[in-house]
């Protein structure tokens, strides 16, 4: 199958983007836009919809929350090690984004 996007937004004023709805469809990477200001990402993942689920992903080495970096410049990152178990997910931002954000998930449909 070929590779899809799938979009989702934060809104303005907000640090988490929707869940989204990975259960026929595996991950392989994240396009993120020029975010001004700068500020860590996450990856929250879940086994449900359920809002109160959603909790960060933890990098595969053990140390600490998967994350990245965003800021001036648009950033492509793969997401496939981290988050290939999880039907859901959710993308946060460290600070509240000032207008809404759009996220570019690059996903093979099944």
Excluded: Y
Aim: one cysteine or more; charged letters at 10%.
């Amino acid at each position: 199958m070929p590779l899809q996007t799938i979009f989702t937004v934060i809104a303005s004023g907000d640090t988490h983007s929707p869940e989204v709805d990975l259960k026929r469809a595996q991950i392989f990477g994240l396009w993120v836009p020029t975010m001004v200001p700068s500020a860590a990402m996450f990856v929250k993942g879940s086994f449900n919809q359920t809002s109160a689920n959603f909790t960060r992903v933890q990098n595969p080495a053990g140390s600490g929350d998967w994350t990245f970096a965003a800021g001036p410049g648009s950033k492509c990152v793969t997401l496939e090690q981290a988050v290939t178990p999880f039907p859901f997910i959710k993308i946060e931002t460290a600070v509240a984004v000032t207008t809404p954000f759009s996220l570019a998930l690059i996903v093979k449909l099944f």
